[in-house]
Structure formats: structure tokens, C-alpha cells
């Protein structure tokens, strides 16, 4: 079994900061990709960062330069450095994961999100 939970939202002011944490949990053998995607009320789904196994993240163009992700592979967790926040930002964060459990094909885990919502 393998649970993806993520923590970190809450309230932040424009131009403010918030770092969200994607916990990756269970008997794992290797963590292929992993994806934080947003959802905002009446939009469909995006993509923000998406982190490969070769060690690269790819940013989408409205978050580049203002936010980064990063991976400790000791812990199995992944982060997402929010910065600069602007209202638009506001929305669910979602982390998804393509792990490979011994003796499994790899599969995606999903996490239930967090939200995020930037408003003076």
C-alpha cells in the first residue's frame, strides 16, 4: 500500500510565501515522476511542476521564476517553494506520483490535495 498526502495550504497574502510538502508513504521501490497540479474553482486542472526521475522539473510558463520544486529522496517527499503569490494562484494543489513497488508495474498515486488560497 502506498498513500500520497499532502500538507502546506492554508492563507497567504499576494506577494507572500507558502511551501506545500507531498509525503509519499509505503513500501516503495523507486519514485518515477512526480506532478503538483492546481485546480481553481470553474477551471480545469494544470500542471505547475513536474519532476523527473533524471533529476529535471519542468515549470509551467504562469508559476517559472516563482516557484520551485524539490525532492528529498530520503524522505520520499516532494516540495513545492511558493513565492510571490498572486490571487490567480489560488486553487487545490494536488500531487500525483508514478511509483514502482517491488515486484509491481509502476502506477500513479494521487494525493487528496490542499488548498491554497492567496487574498489580502
Known amino acids: 500500500q502506498v498513500t500520497v498526502v499532502e500538507s502546506g495550504g492554508g492563507l497567504a497574502q499576494p506577494g507572500g510565501s507558502l511551501t506545500l510538502s507531498c509525503k509519499m508513504s509505503g513500501r516503495i521501490f523507486r519514485i518515477n515522476t512526480i506532478t503538483w497540479r492546481r485546480q481553481a474553482p470553474g477551471k480545469e486542472r494544470e500542471s505547475v511542476a513536474i519532476f523527473t526521475s533524471g533529476g529535471n522539473v519542468d515549470y509551467a510558463d504562469s508559476v517559472k521564476g516563482r516557484f520551485t520544486m524539490s525532492v528529498d529522496n530520503v524522505k520520499n517527499t516532494a516540495y513545492l517553494q511558493m513565492n510571490s503569490l498572486k490571487p490567480e494562484d489560488t486553487a487545490v494543489y494536488s500531487c500525483?506520483?508514478?511509483?514502482?513497488?517491488?515486484?509491481?508495474?509502476?502506477?500513479?498515486?494521487w494525493g487528496q490535495g490542499t488548498q491554497v488560497t492567496v487574498s489580502s
Open positions: 500525483s506520483a508514478v511509483i514502482l513497488r517491488s515486484g509491481s508495474s509502476p502506477r500513479t498515486y
